[in-house]
């Protein structure tokens, strides 16, 4: 076969494969719209409207009742609820991006720009935790009094509030899919924790008198938001660093392509994440030379789409006669 035609043939392959990959997103679009939101954002829209508008009016009733109160369990629950509504903004302008189409320098789109979103409110939180856990030392050497009574009943409010919004992001949203989503929940079940942190050092106040309640009970909490935290950083670094998706075992793709007639090797396999609930795969394929290759990329796209869920696949078919310089990764 000519060097020309050679080249012909593996363009051809790849429109073909063009044409698969459309095909398939498509599909992707509708048969997993039950579990997956990711292609429509409208219910991540709403969800995290309705949460931040319920945040931002809590935060300021425990922020003067902090005050008034001189309590830090509420304090520190308003400032972790100040940093939930940016945080909350920051998912919902996410949301907004990557609703953009791709543009010639951004082929991907802004689909990136929710993990960007998440790893910025992973970070804030753990400065969020740390000014808690100063102020709480310094509370520690000396406990001041508490009008507990109005504590609790502004963190009661706080509680339902919370609970309120995390269920609005639950019921519209796609929490366990969307990494940006998921980062905006975490800060809400934070909050309520918060709440719930605030209640009890209430109680224990009001019954035994213990203002250390109060330090204590923060510091607990920050360690809690700090859990969350360093969960949402490690995956969106993890993102970032074009880590192959915890969902996708790369021995199995491999094995999987491998098994296909005619397919003797399969080399330079790349698995990444885009955004939550939409993964990338490229590869080689070096085939028996008098092998279809259309035939067999058909049969690689279906196998990937069908067995592992990546729609977005780039494969390349190779012959003996075609000979790469060895890639740096």
């Given at each position: 076969m000519?060097?020309?035609?050679?080249?012909h043939?593996?363009d051809?392959?790849?429109?073909?494969?063009?044409?698969?990959?459309?095909?398939?997103?498509?599909?992707h679009?509708?048969?997993?719209h039950?579990h997956?939101?990711h292609?429509?954002?409208?219910?991540?829209?709403?969800?995290?409207?309705?949460?931040?508008?319920i945040?931002?009016?809590?935060?300021f009733?425990?922020f003067?009742?902090?005050?008034?109160?001189?309590?830090?369990?509420?304090?520190?629950?308003?400032?972790?609820?100040?940093?939930?509504a940016?945080?909350?903004l920051?998912?919902l302008?996410?949301?907004w991006?990557?609703?953009?189409?791709a543009?010639?320098?951004?082929?991907?789109?802004?689909?990136?720009f929710?993990?960007?979103?998440a790893?910025?409110?992973g970070i804030?939180l753990?400065i969020?935790?740390?000014?808690?856990?100063?102020?709480?030392?310094?509370?520690?050497?000396?406990?001041?009094?508490?009008?507990?009574?109005?504590?609790?009943?502004?963190?009661?409010i706080?509680?339902?509030?919370?609970?309120a919004s995390?269920w609005?992001?639950?019921?519209k949203?796609d929490?366990?899919?969307?990494?940006n989503?998921?980062?905006?929940?975490?800060?809400?079940?934070g909050?309520?924790?918060?709440?719930?942190?605030?209640?009890v050092?209430?109680l224990?106040?009001l019954?035994?008198?213990w203002?250390?309640a109060?330090?204590?009970i923060?510091v607990?909490?920050?360690?809690?938001?700090?859990?969350?935290?360093?969960?949402?950083?490690?995956?969106?670094?993890?993102?970032l660093?074009?880590?192959t998706p915890?969902?996708?075992n790369?021995?199995?793709?491999k094995k999987?392509l491998?098994?296909?007639?005619?397919v003797?090797?399969?080399?330079d396999?790349?698995?990444?994440?885009?955004?939550?609930?939409?993964?990338?795969l490229s590869?080689?394929?070096?085939i028996?030379?008098?092998?279809?290759h259309?035939?067999?990329?058909?049969q690689?796209?279906?196998?990937i789409?069908?067995?592992?869920k990546?729609?977005?696949t780039?494969?390349q078919?190779?012959?003996a006669?075609?000979?790469?310089e060895?890639m740096k990764?």
């Open positions: 000519s060097k020309h035609h050679q080249d043939n593996h051809h392959d790849h429109d073909d494969h063009g044409h698969e990959h459309s095909h398939h997103q498509h599909d679009g509708h048969s997993h039950g997956n939101h292609f429509d954002p409208n219910g991540n829209k709403k969800g995290l409207t309705i949460a931040l508008i945040t931002v009016g809590i935060m009733l425990e003067f009742g902090g005050l008034l109160t001189n309590s830090l369990a509420l304090l520190s629950d308003s400032g972790h609820m100040l940093n939930d940016s945080s909350l920051l998912s302008v996410a949301v991006f990557a609703a953009r189409p543009s010639p320098n951004k082929t991907y789109g802004f689909y990136r929710e993990i960007l979103a790893l910025f409110n804030t753990f969020v935790a740390g000014f808690i856990i100063k102020e709480a030392y310094d509370r520690f050497l000396e406990p001041p009094a508490v009008a507990s009574g109005s504590m609790m009943l502004i963190a009661s706080g509680l339902l509030a919370n609970i995390a609005t992001l639950m019921r949203g929490v366990k899919n969307n990494i989503l998921r980062s905006a929940y975490l800060h809400v079940l909050d309520a924790l918060g709440s719930v942190g605030a209640i050092a209430g224990i106040m019954v035994f008198g203002y250390i109060d330090p204590i923060s607990l909490v920050a360690l809690l938001i700090l859990k969350g935290a360093w969960g949402v950083i490690k995956h969106t670094v993890h993102i660093m074009e880590g915890i969902t996708v790369p021995d199995e793709v999987t491998e098994s296909i007639d005619g003797k090797d399969v080399h396999l790349h698995i990444w994440t885009i955004t939550s609930g939409l993964d990338s590869c080689h394929l070096l028996e030379d008098n092998q279809d259309q035939q067999i990329l058909q690689a796209i279906q196998f789409a069908d067995k592992f990546i729609q977005h780039t494969i078919i190779e012959t006669v075609i000979h790469h060895n990764v």
